[in-house]
Nanobody, 124 residues
Framework: QVQLVESGGGLVQPGSSLRLSCAVS????????IGWFRQAPGKEREGVSC????????YYADSAKGRFTISRDNAKNTVYLQMNSLQPEDTAVYYC?????????????????WGQGTQVTVSS
C-alpha cells in the first residue's frame, strides 16, 4: 500500500523557516518525480515545487523562487521542501504528491499519489 506522510509544518512568525518532509512507503521513489502543492483556505490547490526523478530538474512557482528549495533522498524514500523567509501568504496546507512518471508537470492529474497534508501557518 502506497503511503505519503508529510511532516514539519507548524506555526511560525514571518521571516522564519520550516523544512517539510514527505516520507513515502509502499514503493520506490527513484523513478518518479515528486511535487509539493499547497491549498490556502478558500483557494484552489496550487503547485509550489517539483523535482524530477533524475535530480537534474527542479521547478518552482514564482511565489517560491528564491525562498524554497526542494530536494530528495531516494535512499530514505523522502522528499524535502526547505522554506525560508516565510510570509503570511504562505499559510496553507502543504501536500506532497508522486507523479506518474519521471518528469514534472503542472497538471494535477499527473500526480497519482497524494499525502494528507501538513498545516503551515505564518503569523505574528
Amino acid at each position: 500500500q502506497v503511503q505519503l506522510v508529510e511532516s514539519g509544518g507548524g506555526l511560525v512568525q514571518p521571516g522564519s523557516s520550516l523544512r517539510l518532509s514527505c516520507a513515502v512507503s509502499g514503493f520506490t521513489l527513484d523513478l518518479y518525480a515528486i511535487g509539493w502543492f499547497r491549498q490556502a483556505p478558500g483557494k484552489e490547490r496550487e503547485g509550489v515545487s517539483c523535482i524530477s526523478a533524475s535530480y537534474d530538474s527542479t521547478y518552482y512557482a514564482d511565489s517560491a523562487k528564491g525562498r524554497f528549495t526542494i530536494s530528495r533522498d531516494n535512499a530514505k524514500n523522502t522528499v524535502y521542501l526547505q522554506m525560508n523567509s516565510l510570509q503570511p501568504e504562505d499559510t496553507a496546507v502543504y501536500y506532497c504528491a508522486v507523479a506518474r512518471g519521471y518528469y514534472c508537470s503542472d497538471a494535477h492529474p499527473w500526480y497519482v499519489y497524494w499525502g494528507q497534508g501538513t498545516q503551515v501557518t505564518v503569523s505574528s
